[in-house]
């Protein structure tokens, strides 16, 4: 069965730092991208980062480009999200997911879903 779990959400203040993990299990991930979307108040979804497990190729939503990284370890199956210099505009869920293929930020790409994480900006 396929899952992923986010964690590492909280409250932090403006300019400050977060990282999220997203642990999978249930599939060998190396067919795989998974991505990190969020979903503030009366918006819609959107792709945030992204990752193809077999090659390590990125891509980055232009708001957050320069401040965030996405990276993984292969050893415990965990994708992360380093969230630095962040913002009021940042709050939101954060949620990842997984899809076979080649990573992308469209979030109806994706199949599998975590329960997402709350990320909190504010002084």
């Known amino acids: 069965q396929v899952q992923l779990v986010e964690s590492g959400g909280g409250l932090v203040q403006p300019g400050g730092s977060l990282r999220l993990s997203c642990a999978v299990s249930g599939f060998r991930w190396d067919y795989y991208a998974i991505g990190w979307f969020r979903q503030a108040p009366g918006k819609e979804r959107e792709g945030v980062a992204a990752?193809?497990?077999?090659?390590?190729?990125?891509d980055y939503a232009d708001s957050v480009k320069d401040r965030f990284t996405i990276s993984r370890d292969s050893a415990e199956n965990t994708v992360f999200l380093q969230m630095n210099s962040l913002k009021p505009e940042d709050t939101a869920v954060y949620y990842c997911a997984s899809r076979i293929g080649v990573q992308s930020l469209w979030p109806w790409e994706y199949d599998t879903w975590g329960q997402g994480t709350q990320v909190t900006v504010s002084s």
């Open positions: 990752m193809s497990i077999v090659d390590s190729n990125t």
